[in-house]
């Protein structure tokens, strides 16, 4: 089983940064792609990176250019860099990742906790 720690969020000023870290550890074969979904209050939860094992990246339209995802594949964790931060961005920022348990395993997902980000203006 994978299991999933978030760090990072807070309250932040319009215009301010964060970064945001989700570390998975446990017992697994694989980690695969990681990424970050957020949920604004009634609203559905939405995609805003993900990145391959392999470092290919995926934003969402509203990020691009102010968020930046990344990883580092020996310590098995993901990060995104919030730039330029607005109201809107304002919502719980939850880590996903895919994983394997073994070699002849599909692939499961797995979600953390959730993390709050609160941008003022």
């Known amino acids: 089983q994978v299991q999933l720690v978030e760090s990072g969020g807070g309250l932040v000023q319009a215009g301010g940064s964060l970064r945001l870290s989700c570390a998975a550890s446990?017992?697994?074969?694989?980690?695969?792609?990681m990424g970050w979904y957020r949920q604004a209050p009634g609203k559905e939860r939405e995609l805003v990176a993900t990145?391959?094992?392999?470092?290919?990246?995926d934003y969402a339209d509203s990020v691009k250019g102010r968020f930046t995802i990344s990883r580092d594949n020996a310590k098995n964790t993901v990060y995104l860099q919030m730039n330029s931060l607005k109201p809107d961005d304002t919502a719980v920022y939850y880590c996903?990742?895919?994983?394997?348990?073994?070699?002849?395993?599909?692939?499961?997902?797995?979600w953390g906790q959730g993390t709050q980000v609160t941008v003022s203006t």
């Open positions: 996903k990742t895919e994983w394997r348990r073994n070699s002849w395993s599909g692939t499961n997902n797995y």
């Open positions: 446990g017992r697994f074969f694989s980690i695969n792609a």
């Open positions: 990145i391959t094992s392999g470092g290919s990246t």
